[in-house]
C-alpha cells in the first residue's frame, strides 16, 4: 500500500491543522492506521491509531482530547485532526498502516510508511 500524506503548514498556537493521508493499491479497510511525529532531534513518537473498521482508537497522553483520527474507507483516507495547536506539536508527522488491522502503537508494527508532512506551531 502506498500513503501520501498532505495538510501541514505553519500556525499559531491554539490553532488547528487537518492531516489527511491518501491510501492506495490494497484494500484500504484491511488495514489498521496510525499517525507518528517526529521533532527536531527527537525520536519518532507515536501519536494515534485506527482499526481497519474505524470502531477503535487509541491516543498517545499528549495529544487526547485534542486531536482525533478518524478514517473514510470509501475515499481510503485517513483524517487527524489537530485542534488547540501548542508549540510543542511540531514536528514531521507521517501516516503508517498495519497489515494486522487493528490499533498499534509501536513503529515495529507498521509496514507501509507515508513521507512525512511539516506541522510548524509558532508561540
Known amino acids: 500500500v502506498q500513503l501520501q500524506a498532505s495538510g501541514g503548514g505553519l500556525v499559531q498556537a491554539g490553532d488547528s491543522l487537518r492531516l489527511s493521508c491518501a491510501a492506495s493499491?490494497?484494500?484500504?479497510?484491511?488495514?489498521?492506521m496510525g499517525w507518528f511525529r517526529q521533532a527536531p532531534g527527537k525520536e519518532r513518537e507515536f501519536v494515534a491509531s485506527?482499526?481497519?473498521?474505524?470502531?477503535?482508537?487509541y491516543y498517545a497522553d499528549s495529544v487526547k482530547g485534542r486531536f482525533t483520527i478518524s478514517r473514510d474507507n470509501a475515499k481510503n483516507t485517513v483524517y487527524l485532526q489537530m485542534n488547540s495547536l501548542k508549540p510543542e506539536d511540531t514536528a514531521v508527522y507521517y501516516c503508517?498502516?498495519?497489515?494486522?488491522?487493528?490499533?498499534?502503537?509501536?513503529?515495529?508494527?507498521?509496514?507501509?510508511w507515508g513521507q512525512g508532512t511539516q506541522v510548524t506551531v509558532s508561540s
Open positions: 503508517a498502516a498495519n497489515s494486522r488491522g487493528g490499533i498499534a502503537t509501536m513503529i515495529q508494527g507498521y509496514s507501509y
Open positions: 485506527i482499526s481497519g473498521g474505524g470502531l477503535r482508537t
Open positions: 493499491g490494497r484494500t484500504f479497510s484491511n488495514y489498521g
